[in-house]
T-cell receptor, first 112, second 114 residues
């Protein structure tokens, strides 16, 4: 069965650079969530989209933005990267009316 | 907003013993409580979940109990095996259209020793 796809899987950036993370949800899933997980921490909700509209917002810095496109894939854009942005970024997708969120493999971002 | 507390932060058991992880939540409106298992560097994987209209759910060696009055839910793993070693996260959310963000507990690192 198709799963959530994230790209790239690993990304190394310098401070103050920008990064774009991509998420392709499971086919027919209409909701996408982004989570940030620092080392030894629990995943923290960043932002979500339902039917291409932002549905909820968590602890997402103003330097970050995201959107969901007509094919339901989503991109997380991160600017002015800081050392503290180094983390695993997970995308999850679900179908409205169903409770389970399916997580992608994550993108490991390292900011040097 | 919702806040989830999880205990213990680490748990060490012998193979074959039982393991219990406990979580409390703050928002009485939350109605969905999943448990995730995460191995190092991997994605969180759902192992069991429970909705607020159910008090207990079991799947082979894994069970979850929910006490809505106390806003408390627990994960029980019986006959633990070394491959159960991982970090376990509880989570809570209010299922509502596209607004189902998961609020996670801090995690429990379970070590099962042969």
């Amino acid at each position: 069965a198709a799963g959530v796809i994230q790209s790239p899987r690993h990304l190394i950036k310098e401070k103050r650079e920008t990064a774009t993370l991509k998420c392709y949800p499971i086919p027919r899933h209409d909701t996408v969530y982004w989570y940030q997980q620092g080392p030894g921490q629990d995943p923290q909700f960043l932002i979500s989209f339902y039917e291409k509209m932002q549905s909820d917002k968590g602890s997402i810095p103003d330097r970050f933005s995201a959107q969901q496109f007509s094919d339901y894939h989503s991109e997380l854009n991160m600017s002015s990267l800081e050392l503290g942005d180094s983390a695993l970024y997970f995308c999850a997708s679900s179908l409205v009316g169903w409770d389970e969120q399916f997580f992608g493999p994550g993108t490991r971002l390292t900011v040097l | 907003g919702e806040n989830v507390e999880q205990h213990p932060s680490t748990l060490s058991v012998q193979e074959g013993d039982s393991a219990v992880i406990k979580c409390t939540y703050s928002d009485s409106a939350s109605n969905y409580f999943p448990w995730y298992k995460q191995e190092l560097g991997k994605r969180p994987q759902l192992i069991i979940d429970i909705r607020s209209n159910v008090g207990e759910k079991k799947d082979q060696r894994i069970a979850v109990t929910l006490n809505k009055t106390a806003k408390h839910f627990s994960l029980h793993i019986t006959e633990t095996q070394p491959e159960d070693s991982a970090v376990y996260f509880c989570a809570a959310t209010l299922l509502s259209g596209g607004y189902n963000k998961l609020i996670f507990g801090a995690g429990t690192r379970l070590a099962v020793h042969p």
